[in-house]
């Protein structure tokens, strides 16, 4: 089971981006699914997550008003949509797979990561 991530890029402060994850070798409807980010020199901090079936959603305080994750099970991809980004956004960020936890050790399955850049 894999998770690839995608939907990575540059973009100067106040863009957007929206981030995919869908998985291979099976599906994820019924999973909690979440996004989570690393800086260099940071730990993995958690960003968002989202119950199997959408009903409940949970934000970093850092990224509330500005980040919206979603799912589509039909897709059977999840998404980070990232708005008013600011360069302290800057991370590579994981799609992970099994909780809604804030916790990264709550999560069985993690994507290989997408560099999101955002210059000042």
């Known amino acids: 089971v894999q998770l690839q991530a995608s939907g990575g890029g540059l973009v100067q402060a106040g863009g957007s981006l929206r981030l995919s994850c869908a998985p291979s070798g099976r599906t994820f409807s019924s999973f909690n699914m979440g996004w989570f980010r690393q800086a260099p020199g940071k730990e993995r901090e958690f960003v968002a997550a989202i119950s199997w079936g959408g009903a409940r959603t949970n934000y970093a305080e850092s990224v509330q008003g500005r980040f919206t994750i979603s799912k589509d099970n039909v897709k059977n991809t999840v998404y980070l949509q990232m708005n008013s980004l600011k360069p302290e956004d800057t991370a590579v960020y994981y799609c992970?797979?099994?909780?809604?936890?804030?916790?990264?050790?709550?999560?069985?399955?993690w994507g290989q990561g997408t560099q999101v850049t955002v210059s000042s």
């Open positions: 992970a797979a099994d909780s809604i936890s804030t916790a990264p050790n709550e999560y069985n399955y």
